[in-house]
Each structure stands twice: as C-alpha cells, then as structure tokens.
C-alpha cells in the first residue's frame, strides 16, 4: 500500500519561496506519475504539478509556470515542488498525489499548508 507523506508548508510573505516534499514508501516509486494538488478556501481542488513517472515529462497550472518547479528523486522515492516569488492565492492545503502507471489507482498525502500573508 502506497503511503505519501508532505512536508515543507509554512507562512512566507508575497514574493517569497518554499519547497515541499513528499515521501512515498511501501512501493515501486518509478511505477507513478507523481503529482501536486491544491485547495485554497472556497475553491475546488486544482492541479498545480505533474511529473511523469521516469521524469520524462512535466506539467503546470497556468497560474504557477514560471514560478513553480517540479521535481523527482526515484532513488529517494520523493518529489518536490519548488516554490518562487509566492502571491496570496498560492495560499492553500498542497496535496502530493501518486497515480500508478498501469493501473490508474490514485493516492493520496494528508496535505501540508502553505500561507502566503505578509
């Protein structure tokens, strides 16, 4: 059973960084495409990142290209997401998703909270 663990949110100020992390355990982590999600107050769940699952292709929201990087470590079983020059409506709970290859099962992270406020 997949099991994903996010960390890294914190408050930041306009204009600053952060980098989250997921760790995947309890499987072949290069059988996933790995993805973030977010919910910001009010709003439905949206995709912020995607990653293939042998890193061969990435994704982005239109509100986030440019200012967010995606990353993966398939030795390390972890994906990040790189986090520049953070607006207000970045504020929200960021998901780490993991969708199996073959089978199309989904999972997912409890989430961890980003706070953009100065």
């Known amino acids: 059973q997949l099991q994903l663990v996010e960390s890294g949110g914190d408050l930041v100020q306009p204009g600053g960084s952060l980098r989250l992390s997921c760790v995947a355990s309890g499987v072949s982590f290069s059988n996933y495409h790995m993805s973030w999600y977010r919910r910001a107050p009010g709003k439905e769940r949206e995709l912020v990142a995607r990653?293939?699952?042998?890193?061969?292709?990435?994704l982005y929201a239109d509100s986030v290209k440019g200012r967010f990087t995606i990353h993966r470590n398939n030795a390390q079983n972890t994906v990040d997401l790189e986090m520049k020059s953070l607006k207000p409506e970045d504020t929200a709970v960021y998901y780490c998703n993991a969708e199996e290859f073959y089978t199309r099962d989904n999972y997912w992270g409890r989430g961890t909270q980003v706070t953009v406020s100065s």
């Open positions: 990653i293939s699952s042998v890193a061969a292709s990435t």
